[in-house]
């Protein structure tokens, strides 16, 4: 009657294609982008179990860490948050669905109706982790739903975007980390992004993040440019400040340094009002 049915007449999406647009240029200007998203997912979780916990008469301050470390002979990046954690049904479905956000779900809807006070979801499409796949090629998931045991606890690897990952029991030591609840994902870094990150933190964190703001690395002399990304630019620290420059402020990012000492974000929005600061800015520029 005037048509011919064909099925292979449709659009199809090519797996590995995607997974390039996606974590691409085009999409992210810099490959370290990928730890915003990071912090956005950690964040939405903590938000999540403060109204967990504030609709239960509870006072918590939840807390999100990054640091370095070094396991299987690689340099791994880790971020820990005591938020909710997840179950296996949300790490199938979501968590590994590109494009199935858990925050703009149904089930989140169901499951969370009594969270009045709740902060809007900061997470959009779903991509977050995926995007780490541009630093690293391992990553690592140890996560315990607020609602379970330690028993609970789960733990997956995924070794690439488009390879199977797998289950495996979480060690004594993980399961501590983790507490109550909370998740701690874990970033094999490629060799490249390995070398150039490092856990030094600053002395003066304010300050450094400004220099590094107004540093011109044209007007520079080669041992300036070296010395320059050594203290300003490879440091864990700065590279997340980079990316949350405004953090929640009844959920801290402490960034932890190589010998256990730390260092909180500095509210960017709070340093733009600091004259004493500017002061001592420009007393540090003529070390460049």
């Known amino acids: 009657i005037g048509f011919t049915p064909d099925r292979d007449l449709r659009f199809r999406l090519e797996q590995r294609k995607i997974i390039e647009l996606l974590m691409g240029a085009r999409l992210y200007r810099d490959e370290w982008m990928c730890l915003r998203e990071l912090y956005q997912n950690a964040l939405d979780a903590c938000r999540c ?25 690689r340099k791994v990046l880790y971020c820990r948050d005591e938020g909710t954690g997840m179950t296996e049904y949300i790490v199938k479905n979501y968590l590994l669905r590109i494009g199935n956000s858990y925050y703009h779900s149904d089930d989140f809807r169901r499951s969370n109706a009594a969270w009045k006070d709740a902060d809007a979801p900061v997470s959009e499409f779903g991509i977050g982790l995926l995007s780490c796949y541009m630093i690293a090629d391992e990553i690592e998931v140890i996560t315990r739903h607020y609602t379970l045991g330690a028993d609970k606890t789960i733990r997956l690897r995924m070794k690439g975007s488009e390879d199977y990952g797998y289950f495996c029991d979480a060690t004594t030591v993980q399961k501590e980390q983790l507490g109550d609840h909370g998740t701690i994902v874990k970033l094999y870094l490629k060799d490249e992004f390995a070398a150039d990150v490092t856990d030094r933190l600053p002395e003066d964190p304010e300050a450094e993040v400004w220099i590094r703001e107004k540093a011109d690395a044209s007007r520079m002399a080669q041992n300036e440019v070296e010395r320059f990304e050594d203290q300003y630019t490879k440091p864990l620290y700065h590279r997340i400040q980079r990316f949350v420059c405004i953090p929640d402020p009844g959920i801290p990012v402490v960034i932890m340094g190589a010998t256990g000492e730390n260092r909180t974000l500095v509210n960017m929005a709070d340093l733009l009002l600091d004259t004493a600061l500017a002061e001592r800015i420009m007393q540090k520029e003529d070390m460049f």
């Open 49 to 73: 179990m403060r109204a967990e916990d504030a609709r239960n008469g509870r006072t918590s301050h939840p807390t999100i860490e990054f640091g370095l470390s070094e396991e299987e002979g």
